[in-house]
């Protein structure tokens, strides 16, 4: 799974990125709320207080003997004011003010009703027919700081809030999608040749119709190939039994014909049934190395296999066979030992068959699970060579053949899970043919 497109970390990042966005806003909403609220509380506080205290100072100044003398409240007991207040009369003189009122705040005209300055808010009112005056002021800063902390304590759940909601996304992704990810390793289980339904079980219902339509074709994909095998397998073997007996007939035939024409009619007869007896053999084969099953479960030495058909190929070789075995004679491979066979036969059949005259063929075997078929002879142009593992695809006319030893060679290695490597010139020389099957994976 690529990073950038995981839909955990995807969905991880943008629901919270959501979450964050969201409670911000609720913030923001919730502050400016918060501040109306307050001032209308504190507003609400500062014409209380005025109202209050001015009938006490009226009272105070009036029972006063040098009226003009301002007076400073002496606090009862040191302590910080946030509510300062000033008395004065109608010319702007002060009569009383609160122990640590700045007159700077309060301006010069006394007034009625609320003004805010930058720094304050300052409430006013009048009594005694406008003789008297009261300015009570409170610092901004006061409301602001109450406000502050209000967002404050709003914005501390989101240090809890991120971490949660990257986390619970995490897990609840990663827990909704464990069964898309059994079913994503079922099929990456799967062979290349597997076409067996994939098993899908408590799949979410968005994913299920994928999982069904996959079953449905692989089903279809299977039945298709089976169909095209078991046709191209029971054709070739249907083919066989009338081939036999018509080449025997015509072999009948030509020991009875006198030399002549139509004896060499008869040759050429026998020559095309027994290319038409090796197409069907080499579309039989074809059909095995389709059909899969081309790896058994118990390991078994190869070394044996080779021998045996090296063997029966040098009876009609024209040149000589020079098998190299790995040291200690065994090689345990999972790869059936039919088709092994069948490779083997096509491979060194070739090398027999397009090799230069005279010029051994060399057939390797190296313990590691790699076959090497070498021989000698003109260089195959490296563009025809992709070609040649295509079904019918030669690039000799001189010599008669199918075009299907490859092929057949070519799906086994596909079919077994190991490569193969066509090369001409040879590696290491300048001149003929080189096969090389990998089949390492299969070798215990
Ligand atoms: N050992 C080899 N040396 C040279 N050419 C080869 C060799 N093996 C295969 N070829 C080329 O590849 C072609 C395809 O081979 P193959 O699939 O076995 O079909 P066929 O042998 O029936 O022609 C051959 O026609 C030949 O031109
Ligand atoms: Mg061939």
Known sequence: MRSEHSLQRRLGLGLTLGVTLLWLVAVAVSGL??????????????????????????????????????????????????????????????????????????????????????????????AVRETFWIQVAEPLAHRRKAALEVIGALLWPLTLLIPLSLA?????????????????????????????AVRAEHLPTEIEPIAVAVNQLLELL???????????????????????????????????????????????IEATLRSLSRLSESLMQLAKAEGGRLLSDQPQDLVPVLVLVVDELRRNARVPIQ???????????????????????????????????????????????????????????????PRLRSRFVRATSDVPGSGLGLAIVDRIAAGAGATLQICSPASGRTDGFEVVFDFHNTVI
């Open 323 to 385: 098998l190299d075995l790995p040291e200690g004679g065994i090689l345990s491979s999972t790869l059936d030992p039919d088709a092994f066979a069948i490779l083997l036969r096509n491979l060194i059949d070739n090398a027999l068959k397009y090799g230069a005259a005279e010029q051994p063929v060399s057939v390797r075997l190296a313990p590691e699970g790699i076959l090497r078929v070498i021989n000698a002879g003109p260089v195959v142009p490296t563009e025809a060579l």
């Open 222 to 268: 299977r039945r298709t190939l089976e169909a095209e095998q078991s046709f191209t397998a029971n054709s070739a073997h249907e083919l066989r039994t009338p081939l036999a007996t018509a080449l025997a007939q015509v072999q009948r035939l030509e020991q009875e014909l006198p030399t002549g024409p139509q004896l060499d009619k008869a040759r050429q």
């Open 168 to 196: 619970g996304t995490w897990w609840l992704v990663r827990n909704s999608l464990r069964r898309v990810r059994d079913y994503r390793n079922a099929i990456t289980a799967k062979g290349a040749g597997d076409l067996s």
């Open 33 to 126: 709320v918060v501040r109306y609220e307050l001032n209308k509380v504190f507003d609400s506080a500062l014409e209380e207080t005025a109202q209050r205290i001015l009938p006490l100072a009226v009272v105070e100044v009036i029972n006063r003997d040098a009226a003009t003398t301002p007076q400073r409240i002496l606090p009862l007991a040191a302590h910080d004011e946030h509510l300062t207040y000033l008395v004065q009369d109608a010319a702007g003189n002060t009569l009383l003010h609160s122990h640590s009122a700045d007159r700077q705040v309060f301006g010069t005209q006394p007034h009625t009703g609320f003004v805010s300055t930058p720094t304050h808010r300052i409430y006013g009112a009048a």
